[in-house]
């Protein structure tokens, strides 16, 4: 199999001397087809042609004996038949590369290329030279002279391959250890990433890598692995999803699987995915939620340990029940993050989780009839929240949604506003806009389009539009069947609020005030947090480098931490009907003024200010 895989020179000029006279039409690969040979020594078959004016498409084939026999004779049939594409083991070239280029399967399977491409997504790609230099290694043929079996004074430990360990650690000294007499550009350095070089045939797992730590020193590493050390200035952060990503099937995949050995060259050009900034974040916040958990088991096994260190039984029964009570609630308080209806009342917009905390107390009370219009009401208001914020969103990114007309013709006629359908009309057309597709990543537009993008959330969107327009027009629901109805509709509200999980990360924020310093070009900005089923809360402050902020308005915080205008898409205020501060949306724009609507409580008012009919057309909404 070298022949065709191999990017040595030899093989490579071996395949350009052969391809000036002949074509590859097929070649199969395969391990174990030879009897009396090694199961795991892989061969090739090749098919050759003489050469024409016109060549035909290649067409390459991999099966390992332990497959059926019959599905690989007929999947093989199918590649015969076809002149593009692929199969279950095979697949046809319709470009075909240079004659001296390897022909290694994974190389050049269109799956895997499309896997290769698809790395971007993460946020952008370098190499694995990029980030790491090689260090130099000690080759235990060529170097027979440097090495011992035996520890001596100034000998280091030779690491071989096999200590390298899957799980990342290097294996303690044992008696096959060598020790060798090393050069200092030889040794290594704690942070060193060592890899093996040598893997199985067919081996369907990830690089093997291991990270050096104080605790290897002194050593060197011998020709079976491969040393890869950061350069100075990469961010750890860098590292550390590098070494992921090499340890993951499709990194080994690159690398070429149909060789028994990685080599530098190949390794150093493997291409690398880096984390953009959002999953940068994302991957700090679970390291150090991480390295909490650590502290607390760290803190329980203490705690265990120490249970026969005290005086008395009494004293130790003591300190054991009143210091466990600490990370006994820490538990049951991460436990509850869990529980979906604990999120969406502590982690949700104000709005939505308000709502929910009704839903579920009337669900409780068994007052069904209560119960289930507080669940249609939640509903709607889940994506009347969603939809004004999605309308905000994109009127600051320039796109314009075709929803908004029917939206802008309800407010100017002034009868009767927008509801449950313009809602998710709104949605239906963010889920699908082509529009969105270049917008970044991490922008809040993306996870909303998740909300209605799947079938089953809108077949549930659809069952609770259509529950709540029977019970606009009177279309009760007989009390024998409300039960069943009630349930059905609550697992419906469920679907879609565990598909809007991601609020919890966009939090919505009352600014109270704002200090601009023209001297330093900083703004600090009081705010409130409105996340969770209470607007009673703290204020807080922070310090932004933006003077265009708004007193008294509400905004939208991305987990980038930029602050989004929602303004006049939704405005908080204090309610003069129930003088409980409320946010609310624009209802209706009749001749006579506007008319806001409440969120939390459904209340309408009057809106006092006379610029929002300006404001609301400046908007697009009127």
Not at 108 to 120: E, G, I, N, T, W
Not at 201 to 208: Q, R
Not at 212 to 219: G, K, N, R, Y
Request: hydrophobic fraction near 40%.
């Amino acid at each position: 199999m070298e022949l065709w895989t191999s990017e040595a020179q030899w093989a490579a000029s071996l395949r350009r001397d052969m391809g000036e006279r002949w074509d590859a039409r097929l070649v199969l690969y395969s391990s174990g087809a030879i009897q009396g040979v090694h199961y795991r020594f892989a061969v090739a078959a090749a098919f050759l042609r003489s050469q024409r004016v016109h060549r035909s498409p290649l067409k390459i084939f991999q099966a390992r004996p332990e497959e059926d026999e019959s599905a690989v004779e007929k999947d093989f049939e199918m590649l015969l038949a076809r002149g593009g594409g692929r199969t279950r083991y095979g697949y046809v070239i319709r470009n075909l590369p240079p004659s001296g280029e390897s022909l290694d399967f994974d190389r050049h399977d269109p799956v895997v290329l499309k896997q290769r491409a698809d790395l971007a997504g993460f946020g952008s790609l370098c190499t694995v030279s990029d980030l790491c230099s090689t260090v130099p290694r000690i080759h235990m043929a060529g170097d027979a002279q440097l090495i011992s079996t035996e520890e001596k004074p100034g000998t280091v430990r030779l690491v071989a391959g096999r200590d390298v360990q899957r799980d990342g650690t290097i294996a303690p000294l044992g008696d096959e250890t060598y020790w060798v007499e090393a050069k200092p550009e030889y040794l290594l350095e704690p942070g060193d990433l060592v890899l093996r070089e040598v893997y199985g045939y067919g081996d369907p797992h990830g690089l093997i890598v291991a990270v050096v730590t104080e605790q290897d020193l002194p050593a060197a590493a011998s020709h079976t692995t491969i040393v890869l050390r950061p350069h100075s200035g990469v961010d750890q952060q860098q590292i550390r999803f590098a070494l992921m990503f090499l340890r993951s099937p499709l990194a080994r995949t690159l690398a070429g699987r149909s060789g028994l050995h990685v080599t530098v060259s190949k390794l150093a050009a493997l291409p690398v995915p880096q984390p953009d900034e959002a999953l940068t974040q994302a991957f700090d916040d679970l390291n150090a939620a991480k390295l909490q958990l650590e502290k607390w088991q760290k803190e329980a096994d203490s705690l265990l340990e120490s249970v026969f260190t005290y005086e008395t039984p009494a004293r130790a029964r003591s300190k054991i029940i009143e210091q466990g009570r600490a990370l006994r609630l820490r538990v049951e308080a991460a436990s509850l993050l869990d529980d979906l209806g604990h999120t969406v009342r502590t982690r949700f917009p104000y709005p939505i989780a308000y709502r929910w905390r009704e839903t579920e107390a009337r669900v409780s009370a068994r007052d069904s009839e209560a119960a289930y219009s507080a669940v249609l009401d939640t509903a709607e208001i889940l994506l009347c929240y969603t939809a004004q914020i999605a309308l905000a969103l994109g009127r600051e990114a320039g796109i314009e949604f075709g929803a908004v007309a029917a939206i802008r013709e309800k407010l100017a006629g002034g009868r009767s506003g927008p509801g449950f359908g313009d809602w998710a009309a709104v949605l239906h057309e963010v889920a699908s806009s082509r529009r969105l597709r270049s917008l970044q990543a991490e922008h809040p537009l993306n996870d909303i389009r998740g909300l209605l993008s799947s079938q089953d959330a809108a077949n549930a969107r659809q069952r609770l539009y259509d529950r709540r327009n029977d019970q606009a027009h009177l279309r009760r629901i007989d009390p024998i069947d409300l039960p069943t109805a009630l349930q059905e509709a609550f697992a419906e509200l469920t679907m879609l609020v565990e598909r809007a999980r991601f609020l919890a990360d966009y939090s919505l924020l009352h600014v109270t005030d704002v200090r601009w310093d023209t001297l330093q070009k900083t703004a600090e900005v009081h705010y409130r947090d409105l996340m969770g089923d209470h607007p009673v809360v703290p204020t807080r402050s922070t310090v932004l480098p933006s003077n265009d902020l708004e007193t008294d308005s509400l905004y939208l915080r991305d987990s980038n931490h930029r602050l989004h205008l929602l303004r006049p898409f939704l405005v908080g205020q204090n309610c003069p009907e129930c003088r409980t501060w409320s946010t609310f949306h624009v209802d209706r724009a009749p001749k006579s003024g506007v008319l806001l609507k409440s969120l939390e409580h459904g209340h309408v008012i009057q809106e006092s200010s006379p610029s929002m009919t300006a404001v609301l057309a400046c908007v697009g909404l009127l």
